[in-house]
Nanobody
Framework: VQLQASGGGLVQAGGSLRLSCAASGRTVSRYAMGWFRQAPGKEREFVASIKWSGGFTSFVDSVKGRFTISRDNAKNTVYLQMNKLKPEDTAVYYC?????????????????WGQGTLVTVSS
């Protein structure tokens, strides 16, 4: 499975971005998907995850109410809609897929990773 993340960029605080993660090589319609981020000098942290069916989602507390995660299994793509962005959201965002079970906040549970897309939020 290859994952291609896109949609990052520079945005002012309070703005919005939508990240996309397109999978190829194998359908991921039965896999859980997750988004993680890594800010400069910090460890990678969990952002959001979604079950293969789309029926269950999970978010880190700092983005609840601002970010949503969704998926289009027909397009083999998962999305992260980010609203009301803050400077502390600045990071490289990575998508990942997990072959078994529901989504997880633990990076080690994921089997495949995309290359990352940079999100920069200016104050």
């Amino acid at each position: 499975v290859q994952l291609q993340a896109s949609g990052g960029g520079l945005v002012q605080a309070g703005g919005s971005l939508r990240l996309s993660c397109a999978a190829s090589g194998r359908t991921v319609s039965r896999y859980a998907m997750g988004w993680f981020r890594q800010a400069p000098g910090k460890e990678r942290e969990f952002v959001a995850s979604i079950k293969w069916s789309g029926g269950f989602t999970s978010f880190v507390d700092s983005v609840k109410g601002r970010f949503t995660i969704s998926r289009d299994n027909a397009k083999n793509t998962v999305y992260l809609q980010m609203n009301k962005l803050k400077p502390e959201d600045t990071a490289v965002y990575y998508c990942a897929t997990k072959k078994y079970g529901s989504g997880s906040s633990s990076a080690i549970q994921y089997d495949y990773w995309g290359q990352g897309t940079l999100v920069t939020v200016s104050s």
